[in-house]
């Protein structure tokens, strides 16, 4: 199996902060990572796919970039309602394998 | 307005078993592959299963291999989450998730989750 690991696992921020979260994969799976955004008592939203496509109605201020082994995702700007855990995701083969979160707090 | 809608869960005791729904609607269902998606509480993200368009592959995770059936029946846009043998470490929120390719692919529209508790 594809591991996925995300860095850092928490993540303290202002609002106006630039974030960026990395995820790397165990082996190369060119550019077939998803994010997802999940917010406490809810479930996961898809950002971005195929490592920099934003999802329809994600705001711009949201990028994915890499390829191969290392990918991330930043927010430019990071806003009040930005704060939440962010998961990346391989979807090069069919055991999508997700990477341990990243938990963006307000510093 | 594509939706997923899951149902079935609930508190089983160790060694049961449940059997999980997501009823889909708004989109070609059988076009999909869906995936059930678990968390267990403060946990993150675990693949369970998933199922291609037509229903003829199946993959599991190995954690629940030989005690989880996933299937669907096209004809009532419904996937399916047979679980037997269940085991307290099964405890967590299942998630249907949709797809974007038949066999595979990013997950684009999920369900709000069914609860599974097991316990004695």
């Known amino acids: 199996d594809i591991q996925m690991t995300q860095s850092p696992s928490t993540l303290s921020a202002s609002v106006g902060d630039r974030v960026t979260i990395t995820c790397r994969a165990s082996?190369?799976?060119?550019?077939?990572l998803a994010w997802y955004q999940q917010k406490p008592g809810k479930a996961p939203k898809l950002l971005i796919y195929k490592s920099s496509n934003l999802q329809s109605g994600v705001p711009s201020r949201f990028s994915g970039s890499g390829s191969g082994t290392e990918f991330t995702l930043t927010i430019t700007s990071l806003q009040p309602d930005d704060f939440a855990t962010y998961y990346c995701?391989?979807?090069?083969?069919?055991?999508?394998?997700f990477g341990g979160g990243t938990k963006v707090e307000i510093k | 307005e594509v939706q997923l809608v899951e149902s079935g869960g609930g508190l089983v005791q160790p060694g049961g078993s449940l059997r999980l729904s997501c009823a889909a609607s708004g989109f070609t269902f059988s076009t999909y592959a869906i995936t059930w998606v678990r968390q267990t509480p403060g946990k993150g993200l675990e693949w369970v299963s998933t199922?291609?368009?037509?229903?003829?592959?199946?993959y599991y995770a190995e954690s629940v291999t030989g005690r989880f059936t996933i299937s669907r029946d096209n004809s009532k846009d419904t996937l399916y989450l047979e679980m037997n043998s269940l085991r307290a470490e099964d405890t967590a929120i299942y998630y249907c998730?949709?797809?974007?390719?038949?066999?595979?692919?990013?997950?684009?529209?999920w369900g709000k989750g069914a609860t599974v508790t097991v316990s004695s």
């Open positions: 998730a949709k797809a974007n390719g038949v066999l595979t692919g990013f997950l684009d529209v």
């Open positions: 082996q190369s799976i060119g550019v077939l």
């Open positions: 199922i291609g368009g037509r229903g003829i592959f199946t």
């Open positions: 995701q391989q979807h090069d083969i069919y055991s999508l394998t």
